[in-house]
């Protein structure tokens, strides 16, 4: 059986919300490019930041399913954002559609603004570690749903 990703507290501090100060985990380590909002076929998903975002963290899903493993096996996001306030302005509906795809796990994390992204109608840019468990680990065994 792997050992979950567990959260690192510095004693004393209060435990943070939407993120984790550290987190601390053994297996294969997966670095996942820069995602950004659009589809299989290199398609922007639309001018929505929400929809953007929500396309970026599906897209970093993807990559670490495709990897064998699983959205809690993220522990390290980087979020590029070409407009904070317009990521503050829609920051419940990205809670949704982030809590749609990762659930209540929350890596380390941290968002950066920035200038502008590769592709310009780019609003949104995810990169993320993963950490892997053994092989075939955490992977559905034979004849289980999926």
């Given at each position: 059986m792997s050992e979950s990703p567990r959260t690192i507290?510095?004693?004393?501090w209060p435990r943070p919300r939407g993120y984790s100060n550290g987190v601390a985990a053994r297996g294969e380590l997966l670095a996942v490019a820069g995602m950004i909002g659009w589809d299989?076929?290199?398609?922007?998903?639309?001018?929505?930041?929400?929809?953007?975002f929500r396309q970026a963290l599906g897209n970093?899903?993807?990559?670490?399913?495709a990897a064998g493993g699983?959205?809690?096996?993220?522990?390290?996001?980087?979020?590029?954002v070409t407009d904070k306030r317009e990521y503050i302005a829609a920051l419940t509906e990205?809670?949704?559609a982030y809590r749609a795809l990762l659930g209540r796990h929350y890596p380390a994390m941290a968002l950066l603004e920035v200038k502008g992204l590769l592709e310009d109608r780019a609003k949104v840019e995810i990169q993320a570690l993963a950490v892997l468990p053994p092989?075939?680990?955490g992977?559905?065994?034979?004849?289980?749903?999926s």
């Amino acid at each position: 059986m792997s050992e979950s990703p567990r959260t690192i507290v510095p004693p004393g501090w209060p435990r943070p919300r939407g993120y984790s100060n550290g987190v601390a985990a053994r297996g294969e380590l997966l670095a996942v490019a820069g995602m950004i909002g659009w589809d299989e076929k290199e398609q922007i998903v639309g001018d929505s930041f929400v929809a953007q975002f929500r396309q970026a963290l599906g897209n970093v899903c993807d990559v670490v399913r495709a990897a064998g493993g699983r959205p809690e096996h993220v522990v390290s996001l980087t979020i590029y954002v070409t407009d904070k306030r317009e990521y503050i302005a829609a920051l419940t509906e990205v809670g949704q559609a982030y809590r749609a795809l990762l659930g209540r796990h929350y890596p380390a994390m941290a968002l950066l603004e920035v200038k502008g992204l590769l592709e310009d109608r780019a609003k949104v840019e995810i990169q993320a570690l993963a950490v892997l468990p053994p092989s075939g680990a955490g992977e559905p065994t034979e004849g289980a749903a999926s």
